[in-house]
């Protein structure tokens, strides 16, 4: 249906959902689809041109994240990196004890995964997070114990944005003698991750999130870490996860992160600028709105607010019918209508966990379009409000 | 995923607010997805005068609440609480499965004011054949009177908070 001479603007602001392909990972992507398109494990030269690619993107995956080539594990993305860590470092060790921890706020394919093995047995601790989305560190402490053989709590909230306190987690663990493994799908372009000097045993990363392909991610593994396989029936990554080399999606998971690390510095920059400015105009004309998650020590791109009163869904639609995307939580729960379970942990009252948008900005957005979706945001929640029987009160500051 | 119809309501709803001194007021929300939904009735010798509806809810929710608020007004309360899920979806045209509960808070949200109007001014009616049962949970007004929000922190003061930090670190 064409709308007749409607010029609209489309606004982008979800990259938490997934980011557009960069050129550079595209083009790279275009070549090896004409020039390699051999099967990376045949042995005659067709194959070892597509290996080549393979090997060359795992080197630079490796050098992002400070890790050696030999401890990369290409997967089909995010989740299977997260279902894989958690399965098979609980099941690889269970000789050692049955105990896990992770948080409370964490994505759910770390949630489903850690439910799945207290069906099968182990026991899953989950910590809770202070109102800013922290972890509570000194209950981390208190539950360690002789049994815990894996802590997974993630780098960064996909929905808040709050970034945990990684090296303390990691220097616990470490004393521990306990695996760590951390959810990095968010942070890798925000946070310089050093996994050897950090002392990550694993950690999961999804090409899509930074401005690489859909349906490609990567498991760290540490060294010594014993992990069972995720996919039987080929010699693929070590015998670790078979399956015929997704090659071009490999080539381009290699490219996004040697871009995202190469372009962190100013992309984080900008991202801060972006967020100073759009919050300091909601402030403007806006009230009633709060800020959820850590106010600083958090994902440059991510500003998750809570528009009281208004329910987040509606909300949304309102956005994206002037042309902005933006998201309730996250896109992985959106089709549940629920509160957000991050929100809830984070002691929210349902109501107003109910009212939360998530904006996520790229780097390519000007002053004048933040404009526009603040003003849009304005009239949509004016509108919103006039028919919600939720009465707005004057907030009170925390005492 | 959403009618065009249901759109169009939903951007452009009528009959919303409330209405002072309504003779009916009902409330009802759906636990599991916390939508809020507030019919308002003026009623005089048994019709409808007018009727208002209030939503915290998603697009559906509020689409419905609206189509019910219209369809209503002018009528008598028994015509009024023989609505179903169909006489809204006749409006909206076709609604998903999981968002038909915005249609049944509508619903429900009729049936609760006309028995909060009978209730207010002691009409009884036996047997009360016409309505069918609330699908969600009738709230009452009291409860909502007592909502307070003191846990959180506004906006300004994170936002100066946060801005003193950015400061800092430049």
């Known amino acids: 249906m064409a709308e007749k001479n409607v010029i609209q603007k489309k606004i982008y602001l979800d990259h938490g959902a997934t980011t557009p392909l960069a050129n550079e990972v595209y083009r790279e992507m275009l070549d090896s689809y004409q020039e390699a398109y051999g099967n990376a494990s045949s042995l005659h030269s067709f194959g070892r041109d597509a290996s ?33 860590a958690i399965l098979g470092i609980a099941r690889a060790n269970k000789n050692k004890g ?18 799945q093995l207290e069906k ?32 997974s709590i993630m780098a960064a909230n996909n929905e808040v944005g709050t970034i945990q306190p990684l090296r303390a987690i990691a220097e616990l663990a470490k004393a521990h003698k306990i695996c760590f493994h951390t959810d990095a799908v968010q942070a890798i372009g925000a946070l310089e991750i050093d996994v050897a000097n950090m002392g990550i045993g694993a ?30 029936g080929g010699e693929q990554e070590k015998g670790l996860r078979a399956g015929t080399y997704n090659t071009q999606a490999i080539v381009g998971m290699g490219k996004a992160a040697e871009l995202a690390v190469s372009k962190r510095e100013e992309n984080v920059k900008t991202l801060k600028n ?72 984070m002691g929210m009252d349902e109501d107003l966990a109910k009212s939360s948008i998530r904006f996520t900005f790229g780097t390519d957005i000007t002053p004048t379009e933040v404009d526009y979706v603040v003003e849009q945001l304005r009239v949509s929640v004016k509108k919103l409000r006039a028919i919600s029987p939720i009465r707005i009160y004057k907030v009170k500051g925390v005492q | 995923m959403y009618s065009q119809k249901t759109l169009e309501i939903f951007k452009k709803p009528t009959n919303y607010g409330t209405i002072k001194g309504a003779s009916g007021v009902g409330k009802v929300r759906n636990k599991e997805t916390g939508d809020l939904t507030k ?8 019709i409808i005068e007018e009727a208002t509806f209030q939503t915290f809810g998603g697009v559906v929710s509020i689409a419905a609440a609206s189509v019910a608020a219209s369809l209503i007004q002018g009528k008598t309360t028994f015509t009024a609480e023989k609505y179903e899920e169909r006489d809204i979806l006749l409006v909206l045209g076709s609604v998903d499965e999981n968002k038909m509960y915005g249609v049944e808070l509508a619903v429900d949200a009729i049936i609760a ?17 016409n ?12 409860e909502e009177e007592d909502v307070t929000i003191d846990s959180v922190e506004s906006l300004a003061e994170k936002l100066s908070k946060a801005l003193k930090k950015l400061k800092e670190e430049e």
């Not at chain 2, 019919?39 to 048994?46: A, G, L, P, S």
Request: a positive charge; aromatic letters at 6%.
């Open chain 2, 113 to 129: 004011a006309v028995a909060n109007y009978r209730k207010k001014s002691g009409i009884v009616v036996t047997p009360r054949a």
């Open chain 1, 52 to 84: 080549r690619l393979i090997e060359t993107a795992r080197e630079r995956v490796a050098k992002a994240i400070h890790a050696k080539p030999n401890e990369i594990y290409f997967t089909s993305g995010g989740t299977e990196s997260n279902n894989w």
């Open chain 1, 120 to 151: 099968e047995g182990f026991v899953v601790t989950y910590i809770p997070v202070d109102q800013e989305g922290v972890i509570d560190y000194a209950e981390l402490v208190k539950a360690i114990s002789s049994k815990t053989i894996l802590i």
């Open chain 2, 131 to 142: 309505a069918r049962k609330l699908k969600n949970d009738a709230e009452t007004e009291q």
């Open chain 1, 98 to 115: 049955n105990h896990i921890i992770t948080s409370t706020i964490e994505h759910p394919s770390i949630l489903e995964a850690c439910k």
């Open chain 2, 39 to 46: 019919i308002y009735i003026k009623v005089e010798n048994d």
């Open chain 1, 203 to 232: 950690m999961s990363i999804s090409a899509h999130k930074i401005n690489g392909p859909k349906g490609v991610g990567v498991l760290y593994v540490k060294k010594g870490i014993e992990i069972q396989s995720f996919m039987l």
């Open chain 1, 274 to 345: 972006v967020k100073r400015y759009f919050l300091r105009k909601v402030n403007e004309v806006m009230s009633n709105v709060i800020l959820n998650g850590h106010p600083t020590n958090r994902l440059p791109g991510n500003v998750n607010l809570s528009f009281e009163g208004v329910e987040g869904e509606s909300l949304l639609m309102m956005l994206d019918m002037a042309g902005i995307a933006v998201s309730t939580g996250s896109a992985c729960a959106s089709g549940s209508a629920k509160a957000s379970h991050v929100l809830l942990a």
